[in-house]
Structure formats: C-alpha cells, structure tokens
C-alpha cells in the first residue's frame, strides 16, 4: 500500500564514518540508548514521539491560542476524543506514565494486585512504586499474540482476593504490537465485572489494534467503529498519543465515572497543571486533536502497518529470526542462547557497521518505526544491514553497570 501523503519539509540525515561510530558506541557504553541521536542515520529506537505531524497539525499550533485555563484548544480536544472513545469524561496529560502515575495512585491501595496481558514497563514500575504487585498474564497465542490469558486470569482472581484492576495494553508492546481480540477484551470484562474489578485499557496503539482485528477479519467496518468497540468495553483507557495519536507529546484519560474523574482533577492541579491543559500547551491540545483524526485512517494503517510487515519479511527472507506474526509498530528479533548479552552485541553491531540504531528489550532487539518518517526505500536498506549484522560476528560484551531498574535504559558494556 502506498503513503498516502507526500513530503513538504525534510531533515537530512545524519552520516558518520566507521571509526566515529566505534568511538561513539564506546562511550555510549554498548548501549544504543545512551548514543546521542546526532550520530544515527535511521532511528528505530522507538515508535514514541517520533512520528511526523502534519500540515494541518503544524498550521494548528501556531493559530492556537496560549490561555492558562478554558482554553479553546482543549474543548475542540475534547469533543475528538469523546467521539473517538465515547467516555463522557476525558483528562488530557502531557504523556503515557503521567496518566499512569496520577490514575494508579487514586486506585490502588498497598498491597493490591493488577493483572494484565502484559504491563509496559513504566506502567510496572508506577504500579510496584505504590508496593502493589504486577502480574503479566500473557496467552501469546496466533492470530492474536496480544491476547490475556483467560484461564490464568480467572485462576488469579480466584487465588488474589485484592484485585484491584485488570489492564489490557492494546496493542502489547512486548513483542512489536501484537493485537487483543474483540472476544478477549469482551470476555476479560465479564469476568472482571463479575468481581467487581474495572477493566483498563493502555490504549497507546488503538488504531494498530483496530487494523490488525479488522485485517485477522475478527470485525468489518471503519476503523474508528472498530475503536469505539475496543473503548466501550472498558471502564477506563489511558494513552500516550505519542504513538497512534501522532504527536511528539500529549496523552489523555477517558473514564465513565464522575467521582474519579472529579478527584482525577484534583491530582491534576497538583501533579500537572490547571485541568484544561493537563500539563501541555494549548498548541500541543491542537495537535492531539488534528492526530486523533489521522490516527484512524484505514489507509495510512495499511501503509503503515504493510511497511512494517515488509521489514519482517525482508529479515526473515535473510535468515533472520523474527518474532512471528509481526506486530503493528515493530519488528522483533529473537534471543539467541549461543551468544551473551545477544541483543545489546547484535545493536551494537548494526549501529558500527550502518549507523542505523534499534532498541533492546528483554535481550530482544527490537526495530520499532516511526510513523509517517521512513521510505520503504530506508527500511529496505535497514533489512539489508540488519541481515549482514546478524551473520557477521558479533562483539562479546562483558556488562559493566547493571542498574537497580530500566537496565535496557541504563546498563552499559565493555567489549571483552
Ligand atoms: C504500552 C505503553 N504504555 C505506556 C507507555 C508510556 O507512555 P509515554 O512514553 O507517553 O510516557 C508506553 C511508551 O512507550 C507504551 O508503549
């Protein structure tokens, strides 16, 4: 499927030499987190904040209007995000973990358990930052890898009498964006409701989800009916618009309890900002509203998603092993036992011999793509250096700093 836009403004692309990249990668410890981002050529750290925003978008922000409360921005906001989700109560924040941090606090109590398909990182530490527990329940099933384990989490209420909320992250960030079914959201709510348990969602990747249950063929129709599905299940979605809601900042929280959402204002004022702005601009509210409208559109998806599918493809046609289906925002190398501390050895590798940088998560290496930023001509040549890294052999790092937490973050090397 073809980009269904076309370029009006371009940055160049940053080119080192080899020996640059040697001395910069040694600095950086091995880790492609602490490498500064003026010495990579293509970036697939993270699909997060790093998509491209459009005309409109741009044009949006320089009209809006700076106000320190009742800004105009945050009513149009306002009115795309309850058409998008149907909440009757929507809370912008400036990103993901502030809706976390803010939203955790008010619900839990020490000691209480969240059980989820998967938690993303953050969302784990703010949840055991309140000493409450995290529990991933995973079904990691096809089509539809994304999936909670129904049996596991039935079992887990049963057993855990402290429950407090049940989260799906849709789509699961883990391995690439792997999608939740219709059904599994549906039937995770009955039996939380059963219990009296809200059902969350971490909506960072609607849209990717929405396509991918339309493209399994679990559902027909527009990609925001699809959307409006996945949200009617839940008692609460938090996101950071930083990924499917195309913007480089911003997040919000939909929620159908008033009392909640009137204490959610509350710890608004003290953590953020005055409510209406949730800790952002007037002109960062403009552009969540020109994304939220983008961010469902079936073709940009297709093409989005299909580039994503092409770069799998291309590793796998090179004797790449992928985590497989690929997911709807990245693609996933796998862990290799014969080789310690494979991914960070394996990043390294690429990084040295194309400057192109990619992530490490849990010793997977994960190739995440940024929206609507990158030609197929880029991600055929990030295939062609990946493949050749992945052949090559690869650096044997000895680790030199393992921190307490976020050791992908912050851990660093030293070749042996
Ligand atoms: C699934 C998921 N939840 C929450 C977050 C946190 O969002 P933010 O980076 O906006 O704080 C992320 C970020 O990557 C994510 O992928």
Redesign the pocket.
């Known amino acids: 499927m073809w980009e269904p836009y076309r370029i009006k403004v371009v940055e160049p692309l940053p080119k080192t030499t080899r020996k640059k990249r040697k001395r910069v990668l040694e600095k950086a410890g091995y880790n492609p987190f602490l490498i500064p981002a003026k010495n990579v050529t293509i970036d697939l750290i993270?699909d997060?904040?790093t998509g491209a925003m459009s005309s409109e978008q741009w044009a949006g922000m320089i009209e809006a209007r700076e106000d320190f409360a009742g800004q105009a921005s945050f009513e149009k906001f306002l009115d795309a995000a309850k058409s998008l989700t149907g909440f009757p109560y929507i809370q912008p924040v400036h990103?993901?973990?502030?809706a976390?941090k803010i939203l955790f606090g008010l619900m839990l109590r020490e000691g209480d358990t969240v059980i989820a398909n998967t938690h993303?990182e953050?969302?784990r530490s703010n949840i055991e930052a309140l000493r409450c527990h995290a529990i991933d329940l995973p079904a990691c099933e096809k089509p539809f890898p994304g999936n909670i384990d129904l049996g596991k989490m039935q079992k887990t209420m049963k057993q855990r009498t402290n429950v407090r909320a049940v989260v799906l992250?849709v789509t699961?960030?883990i391995l690439g964006g792997q999608p939740v079914s219709l059904e599994n959201i549906a039937a995770a709510k009955k039996m939380a409701r059963k219990r009296g348990v809200g059902l969350v969602l971490?909506a960072?990747?609607f849209a990717d989800n929405a396509f991918l249950i339309k493209q399994n063929g679990e559902a027909n129709g527009s990609i925001r009916t699809i959307c409006r599905r996945i949200f009617g299940y839940a008692d609460i979605a938090y996101l950071?618009?930083?990924?499917d809601g195309l913007v480089n900042i911003g997040?919000f929280i939909g929620l159908r309890d008033r009392k909640l959402h009137e204490r959610l204002e509350y710890e608004i004022i003290r953590q953020e900002a005055f409510p209406t702005s949730g800790g952002l601009a007037a002109r960062d509210l403009t552009a969540m509203t020109g994304g939220l409208s983008d961010s469902t559109d079936e073709h940009f998806l297709s093409a989005h998603i299909g580039n994503v599918a092409y770069l799998g493809r291309l590793l796998k046609d090179n004797g790449v092993d992928i985590f497989e289906p690929v997911g709807g925002h990245a693609v996933v190398i796998t862990t290799r036992k014969d080789h310690a501390h494979f991914a960070f050895a394996l990043a390294a590798q690429i990084y040295l011999d194309s400057g192109i940088r990619v992530g490490v998560f849990d010793d997977s290496v994960r190739l995440a793509v940024p929206r609507r930023v990158y030609t197929r001509e880029h991600l055929s040549y990030v295939g062609e250096c990946v493949a050749r890294a992945y052949t090559t052999s690869l650096p044997r790092l000895k680790l030199v700093h393992k921190p307490r937490e976020f050791c992908n973050f912050f851990s660093r090397y030293l070749p042996v």
Not at 95 to 98: A, H, K, M
Not at 240 to 243: A, E, F, R, T
């Open positions: 993270s997060s904040g990103q993901g973990r502030s976390e993303f953050t969302t992250t699961s960030n971490d960072c990747r950071s618009s930083k990924k997040g």
